[in-house]
């Protein structure tokens, strides 16, 4: 497991994380999530890139993020164009990476108090 040191003040940080779960401050989440420094959406539903829907990008994309991190697991998979499709309809940039990276991205960027929000996919399955 991949430990990080956080400033709670800062908002929302993963502490913690492997293929099973992500740790942010109490909080173990061995579901998919969503995450952005100010907010957390649990219990995300895609579990795979295969699960991805325009619908499951239109609530992170209300939130108002400037940049998207998509986590695909402990492989880089790219979604469909469709999903590219909308988020730049929005304005917004996506970044597609390994949920470990995305996870690392995902904090360096809100420590620079960056508005972005990490989209990381946890298939307990596997």
């Keep these: 497991m991949k430990f990080s040191a956080a400033d709670p003040a800062d908002g929302y ?12 401050g109490e ?7 969503v995450l952005l420094p100010d907010h957390i959406i649990p219990r995300w539903s895609p579990r ?3 699960d991805l829907r325009i ?12 940049l998207l991190l998509l986590g695909t697991g402990e492989t880089q998979q790219f979604p469909g164009t469709d999903i590219y499709g909308v988020i730049s309809a929005a304005h917004r ?3 597609v990476m390994t949920t470990p990276a995305a996870c690392r991205t995902y904090n360096i960027l809100a420590a620079e108090g960056r508005r972005v ?3 990381l996919l946890i298939d307990p399955s596997t």
């Design 27 to 33: 909080r173990r989440f061995t579901e998919s999530l």
């Design 48 to 50: 795979s890139v295969e």
């Design 13 to 24: 940080t993963i502490q913690a994380y492997d293929k099973y779960v992500i740790v942010i």
């Design 117 to 119: 929000a990490a989209a």
């Design 93 to 95: 940039g996506l970044e």
């Design 55 to 66: 619908g499951h990008f239109q609530e992170i994309l209300e939130l108002g993020p400037d």
